[in-house]
């Protein structure tokens, strides 16, 4: 059986290990209901690895975080931050409320120091895992990304064959990720070396692990039209190529497709298609969604959490893979 590898790679968020448990459960269960299967064989079907990225960054934020508030700033973030972001990924609407009583919180037990405590955490995390990622002044974040990145690919490799077809799904900076290590990867090949060393040194040598099979590409409340704006001259319309050079010639058997999944109440997505000629031909689709339906809450930017945790988003992953999968096992 010709199996497809699954990349889940997350945005900016703390520290859950589990953050791929929900997508991947709803992936599967969509894949086998699409394929009439059991989801014993969609699990075989679906090699999921999830891309925790956020580990190496987040511990400098815990620190940086300790130094502003003495004495209770670990707790804070362990048995306060952590539970409510747990349960955001797992699409618990119910973890809003918690979350949002607490950033209009202006001073909190044992955190007196600066107000607004939680206000103070999402400015630092969102913001700290953009700064910290940026590789013009010191390049060991972004390499340190990107090396987490390459070990899943290359473990993905190894369990689903070296030229397996590869999806990657993206969330929010996620999908930021993802484009610079395609990029990095496709300018090397074209003999201008990106990729760093230590990134080449855990990635091995599969197709799979350079991005060379990438077949599907699914973004999900990206922000990678304003991060073209940190160069505009060079990279506003500058995408990756999409498939990859391995999938070049089965992107229609395949039918391989990249698609850019945004929800207009989300003030951090964004379309892709009108950067440019570059991106309107490569991205198959900008497709508006009213992720979680038509509730109150989900008529807010706060929508922005939860793409992953929608069966219907999902669904429409699972029914382009079913397709796929069919014609690479007819």
Partial sequence: MNRIAVAIVHGVEI???????KPARLLRDAFADALGVTRLDADNALVVEPVHWAPHIEDRQRELFGRMYEGEARSFFD????????????????????????????TMPGLRELHYPTARWLTLHFAGDIIAYDRKMDESNYVAAHEVLAKALARLADKAGERAPLCVLAHSFGTVLVSDYVYDQQETLRGHKLVPDEVRAVMGTSALARGETLAWLYTMGSPLALWSLRNPAARLDRPIDFPGVGIGGERNRLQ??????????????????????GYAERVTMDRAVNVRGRWPVFQTPLVHPYYWSDGKVMEAVARSLAKGWRTLNP
Wanted: charged letters at 25%; glycine letters at 6%; a negative charge.
């Fill in 15 to 21: 520290a859950d290990p589990d953050f791929a448990a």
């Fill in 256 to 277: 391989s497709e990249w698609v850019n999944f945004h929800d207009r109440d989300d003030v951090i997505a964004y379309p892709l298609r009108p950067l440019g000629p």
């Fill in 79 to 106: 048995d306060h931050l952590d539970g409510i972001v747990r349960s955001l990924n797992a699409g618990s609407v119910a973890a809003l409320a918690p979350l949002l009583r607490s950033i209009v919180r202006r």
